[in-house]
């Protein structure tokens, strides 16, 4: 019998109901306040050109004008801000730099007290950015709960929480009765509730904040002004766009799970998409059939896992669990709707939440997220210093490209930092395998995580392999 509780759970007419009226856009950024498109760029030269408007983008614009307001920061985006990963997330606002604790800690042991330091204070310095600049994100930090919906999740969820509290964190481990207490599913056995880990944000308005400080800054941005490809040369490098060259003097490639114009990144960036639902405003009898009183997110702690969470008006957000890569890693504006899996999601969703009956969606959407083969960001140079990227963040990238931001502005600069001495930042994941094995290879481990799932979190002979070379595949 399997042990992942959501495998055998098929979408039925009510699931249909629930979904006749969502709409195929992204709730985040559905909204009209979001900045006017600016023009493509015509050609130009700048002392650092940003490649890609989403956080990483934004972030490494503002960081390099706040330390040298002299520095002139150009910043094209392909599309316009937001467009990407940045305004299609579940705007959970992660400490961690390393995909979690538990990956940190067996990733890096020599290093994970100062990845921890450095997460923090990577997420307060985010915080006070946001209070100095006025900018309105609903940013909440009101950490997290991992909760266990088969029994071998609960094993888990022990060891998690004796990681934080090594590292000074609050975990506070929850049985069925309490877990329930705070917030009330049948589907729940149990959770860990880490209440200073980080928090939500809204990342349309995160964004959008983002933007408009880096305008007041005097970053030159552009839109529409995708990067075909760079050339360095007498001590620039010459950016091409498809309306315009931009000779830069340093540039940072922020383009994540989108093909980098430097094709030596490409190797280490899987594109996986992932896709999600927003709920209607729910009601206040809702609200208290579900408890839920502090609004932290939620993820289950299946490899198939999903992510939630509340959102400012009363909804609630529901993403995750299936994780899709396409042969050749393709990405396309296509691949953003799939029935099967919204349908899957709504689903799973009231499973998890029956007394929700009758709530209907808003908005379906999908989004591609950059992963790596160590689920943690790639960082590094070219053409001797001049061009710096950092990719990869899997899934966790709405507080930790910042710190990415700043670490491809401390290798431009040369400068030796307690960031750029990490292991993580200098040395690189293994690279995926080229097309055509990377596709099975990548179907063969998803199939094997699904089996371990179903088989109470055993892990077969293809992933203990991976595991032993700290490889593996997620979202």
Request: aromatic share 8%.
């Amino acid at each position: 019998m399997s042990t992942d509780f959501f495998a055998g759970i098929t979408p039925g007419s009510d699931v249909d109901a629930a979904l006749a009226d969502a709409e195929p856009k992204v709730f985040w950024t559905d909204r009209p306040d979001a900045p006017a498109p600016r023009d493509p760029v015509t050609g130009t030269s700048a002392d650092l050109v940003v490649v890609g408007g989403g956080f990483t983008g934004l972030w490494t614009a503002i960081l390099a004008k706040q330390q040298d307001p002299s520095t002139d920061v150009v910043l094209l985006e392909s599309q316009h801000v937001g467009y990407g990963a940045s305004g299609r997330n579940g705007g959970f606002v992660s400490d961690s730099l390393t995909h979690g604790l538990a990956h940190g800690s067996s990733r890096w042991p020599s290093e994970v007290e100062t990845l921890v330091e450095l997460g923090r204070r990577n997420v307060a310095e985010i915080a006070s950015t946001l209070a100095a600049n006025t900018i309105d994100a609903d940013l909440r930090l009101v950490g997290k709960t991992t909760v266990a919906v088969s029994p071998y999740q609960l094993e888990y969820l022990r060891g998690l929480a004796e990681l934080h509290r090594a590292q000074g964190d609050e975990a506070v481990l929850l049985d069925a009765a309490e877990m329930r207490a705070d917030v009330d599913s049948p589907t729940y056995l149990g959770g860990v509730r880490l209440p200073s880990a980080g928090g939500l944000v809204d990342p349309g308005r995160l964004t959008f904040g983002l933007a408009r400080l880096a305008d007041s800054l005097g970053v030159r941005r552009y839109d529409r002004s995708p990067v075909s490809g760079l050339t360095p040369g007498g001590g620039e490098v010459e950016v091409r766009t498809p309306t315009g060259t931009v000779r830069a003097g340093r540039v940072a490639l922020a383009t994540n799970a989108y093909p980098a114009p430097l094709k030596r990144v490409r190797p280490f960036v899987l594109p996986v998409y992932d896709h999600v639902l927003v709920t209607e405003p729910l009601s206040s009898e809702q609200w208290d059939a579900l408890g839920w009183a502090e609004r932290q997110g939620l993820t289950d702690a299946g490899n198939r896992f999903h992510y939630y969470r509340p959102t400012a008006d009363g909804r609630i957000l529901w993403g995750g669990y299936d994780a899709l890569y396409h042969f050749g890693g393709r990405v396309r504006a296509s691949y953003e709707q799939r029935k099967a899996t919204h349908r899957r999601l709504a689903a799973h969703f009231f499973a998890t939440f029956p007394q929700l009956e009758g709530v209907r969606f808003t908005h379906r959407w999908g989004g591609v997220i950059d992963s790596t083969s160590r689920f943690t960001p790639v960082f590094g140079t070219a053409s001797r210093g001049r061009i710096a990227y950092a990719v990869g963040y899997t899934g966790l990238g709405v507080a930790s490209a910042r710190f990415g931001g700043q670490v491809m502005l401390d290798l431009l600069a040369g400068r030796d930092t307690e960031a750029t001495r990490l292991g993580m930042v200098r040395r690189r994941p293994v690279p995926f395998p080229p097309e055509p094995l990377r596709w099975p290879v990548v179907q063969l481990t998803r199939g094997e995580l699904i089996r371990s799932d179903a088989r109470g979190g055993r892990r077969g002979p293809w992933l203990r392999l991976l595991d032993r070379f700290g490889v593996g595949f997620d979202s």
